[in-house]
């Protein structure tokens, strides 16, 4: 078929690569010139596992004129970003660009599905279909082959085509049959997994089939919403258990285990640790928290979520209190600033909370991560970090190291070395992955978070 998507961010570039190498003809629109003056020389401006690989092997067209690729469309997905607002609710003002973009230059001639990818507050998807209707019929241009619906996405940063390209579920909110058979018929090959398997992204072991829900507009873009709030809540309720165990003596590892061997739980996103960052969770819980204040709803357990997730913070900062006694001029490392491993994003971080809130105690904070480093150099330039690649040298004179992303490197690293290197040998792990053992046995004191 043939696909116009709008955003070449996360999701919109991963699902392009993914819908492209499924066999679709797909075009990629976005109003930033450089990114796809890049895209069109190959150059892929996120990291993303595969995802090089098959925007290489396919033949995405990148273009910034949206008027050039339109009306030859038959999906025309909306995958911009939705940023937090100051006052928590989601902006919502370039997925309204991209709809008057469509609304002005739309001249259907044969059936098209207008499709929100993006992460929109619940009755945003039919207020889009009105202000694209409105804009069409005032153009003197028959609206009757459009067709609308919500299609929410549950790719995760780090593994995005894999969830793409083998998903759980696919969402289709729409109450009109033509935009439904249209999705069925874009997303059949994902289905039936009839498209040949990328080198580069192999399915995950032991899949179930991909089921399609088909539902109304606004429970899908529930379905969105309130799926990331609960894994952000299952995270911070294993972190409000951690606590506990804590005074008594439990290992909140070990149960979290035991939890999650129980089907009905599942060991997914019980890790216990610093809490949960990045671009979806903190947005989304906000933005849920804002919705459910407008509709006068009262929302406890959401807002408990938001609570422990800040609390793991202090949590940090009370260790090295009890350690330390004053925080004034002393070194802290940091393994870690990505928001999670096998990501370059740097954006909502924990670990950049956490330094933050340390300079304010006067502790001079230093940074190293095995790829995040670059993005945090431009990103975070005019605060007062250090960076350094080599965690062994950022380890020098240092008084305490806090593990705060799980990335491989930082498992494996000689800590031998690392604690030759360091001021006071005093460690906290934020993110459970390594061995107390061994980390002891060097000459450093290990505790958990
Ligand atoms: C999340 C969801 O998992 C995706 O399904 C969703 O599509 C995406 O948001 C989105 O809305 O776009 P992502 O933000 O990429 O994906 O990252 P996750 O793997 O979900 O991790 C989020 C945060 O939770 C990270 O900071 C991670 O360190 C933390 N986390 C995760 C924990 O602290 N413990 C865990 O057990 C799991």
């Given at each position: 078929?043939?696909?116009?998507?709008?955003g070449?961010?996360y999701v919109?570039?991963?699902?392009?690569?993914?819908l492209a190498?499924?066999?679709h003809?797909?075009?990629?629109?976005?109003i930033?010139?450089s990114?796809i003056?890049s895209?069109?020389?190959?150059?892929?401006?996120?990291?993303?596992?595969?995802?090089?690989?098959?925007?290489?092997?396919?033949?995405?067209?990148?273009?910034?004129?949206l008027?050039e690729?339109?009306?030859?469309?038959?999906?025309?997905?909306?995958?911009?970003?939705t940023p937090s607002?100051?006052?928590g609710h989601?902006?919502?003002?370039y997925?309204?660009n991209?709809?008057?973009?469509?609304?002005?230059?739309?001249?259907?001639?044969?059936d098209?599905?207008?499709?929100?990818?993006?992460?929109?507050?619940i009755?945003?998807?039919?207020?889009?279909?009105?202000?694209?209707?409105?804009?069409v019929?005032?153009n003197?241009?028959?609206?009757?082959l459009?067709?609308f619906?919500?299609n929410?996405?549950?790719?995760?940063?780090?593994?995005?085509?894999?969830?793409?390209?083998?998903?759980?579920?696919?969402?289709?909110?729409?109450?009109?049959?033509?935009?439904?058979?249209?999705m069925s018929?874009?997303?059949?090959?994902?289905?039936?997994?009839?498209f040949?398997i990328p080198d580069s992204?192999q399915?995950?072991?032991?899949?179930?089939?991909?089921?399609?829900l088909?539902?109304?507009?606004?429970s899908a873009?529930m379905?969105?919403y309130?799926?990331n709030v609960?894994?952000a809540l299952?995270?911070s309720y294993?972190?409000?258990?951690?606590?506990?165990c804590?005074r008594?003596?439990?290992?909140v590892?070990?149960?979290?285990?035991?939890?999650?061997?129980?089907h009905?739980?599942?060991?997914?996103?019980?890790?216990s640790?610093l809490?949960?960052?990045?671009?979806?969770?903190p947005k989304?819980t906000?933005a849920?928290?804002?919705?459910?204040?407008?509709?006068q709803?009262?929302?406890p357990?959401?807002?408990a979520?938001?609570?422990v997730?800040?609390?793991?913070?202090?949590k940090?900062?009370?260790?090295?209190k009890?350690?330390?006694?004053?925080?004034?001029d002393?070194n802290?490392?940091?393994?870690?600033?990505?928001?999670?491993?096998?990501?370059?994003?740097?954006?909502n971080?924990?670990a950049?909370?956490l330094?933050?809130?340390?300079?304010?105690?006067g502790?001079?904070?230093?940074?190293t991560?095995?790829?995040?480093?670059?993005?945090?150099?431009?990103?975070y330039a005019?605060?007062?970090?250090?960076?350094e690649?080599?965690?062994?040298?950022a380890s020098l004179?240092?008084?305490?190291?806090i593990?705060?992303t799980?990335?491989?490197?930082f498992?494996?690293l000689?800590y031998?070395a690392?604690?030759?290197n360091?001021?006071?040998?005093?460690?906290?792990d934020?993110?459970h992955?390594?061995?107390?053992?061994?980390?002891n046995?060097?000459g450093?004191?290990?505790i958990?978070?």
């Amino acid at each position: 078929m043939k696909v116009v998507n709008i955003g070449t961010g996360y999701v919109g570039l991963n699902t392009a690569a993914a819908l492209a190498w499924i066999g679709h003809d797909v075009a990629c629109v976005d109003i930033d010139e450089s990114k796809i003056n890049s895209l069109k020389n190959g150059v892929v401006p996120i990291r993303e596992e595969g995802l090089d690989d098959l925007i290489k092997n396919t033949k995405i067209k990148f273009t910034t004129d949206l008027a050039e690729v339109i009306n030859d469309a038959e999906v025309i997905f909306i995958a911009v970003g939705t940023p937090s607002l100051p006052n928590g609710h989601a902006n919502l003002d370039y997925v309204h660009n991209a709809a008057n973009s469509i609304g002005n230059l739309i001249n259907p001639t044969h059936d098209v599905t207008i499709i929100v990818k993006s992460t929109v507050p619940i009755g945003v998807n039919s207020s889009i279909e009105d202000s694209i209707r409105n804009q069409v019929k005032l153009n003197n241009l028959d609206d009757s082959l459009l067709h609308f619906a919500s299609n929410p996405e549950f790719l995760r940063e780090g593994c995005a085509l894999s969830d793409t390209l083998y998903p759980d579920r696919i969402v289709i909110g729409t109450n009109d049959n033509t935009a439904f058979e249209m999705m069925s018929k874009l997303y059949a090959p994902l289905v039936d997994q009839t498209f040949t398997i990328p080198d580069s992204v192999q399915p995950p072991k032991d899949r179930p089939k991909t089921y399609i829900l088909h539902t109304n507009q606004a429970s899908a873009e529930m379905i969105k919403y309130s799926s990331n709030v609960f894994l952000a809540l299952k995270i911070s309720y294993i972190n409000e258990i951690s606590s506990l165990c804590e005074r008594l003596g439990a290992d909140v590892d070990d149960v979290a285990k035991g939890m999650g061997l129980d089907h009905r739980i599942a060991p997914y996103f019980l890790n216990s640790g610093l809490g949960w960052g990045g671009s979806c969770f903190p947005k989304d819980t906000l933005a849920l928290l804002q919705i459910a204040k407008d509709m006068q709803c009262d929302t406890p357990i959401i807002q408990a979520a938001w609570y422990v997730n800040e609390a793991q913070i202090d949590k940090v900062i009370n260790k090295l209190k009890y350690e330390f006694y004053e925080l004034h001029d002393l070194n802290v490392t940091l393994f870690g600033l990505t928001f999670k491993p096998n990501t370059d994003d740097v954006r909502n971080s924990p670990a950049v909370s956490l330094a933050r809130q340390l300079i304010e105690l006067g502790v001079h904070v230093t940074f190293t991560d095995p790829v995040g480093l670059p993005n945090a150099r431009k990103v975070y330039a005019d605060e007062p970090f250090e960076f350094e690649d080599d965690p062994i040298k950022a380890s020098l004179d240092s008084d305490c190291i806090i593990l705060t992303t799980e990335w491989k490197q930082f498992k494996s690293l000689d800590y031998k070395a690392v604690a030759s290197n360091m001021r006071h040998k005093f460690m906290i792990d934020a993110r459970h992955c390594l061995d107390p053992k061994y980390i002891n046995d060097v000459g450093i004191k290990y505790i958990k978070l």
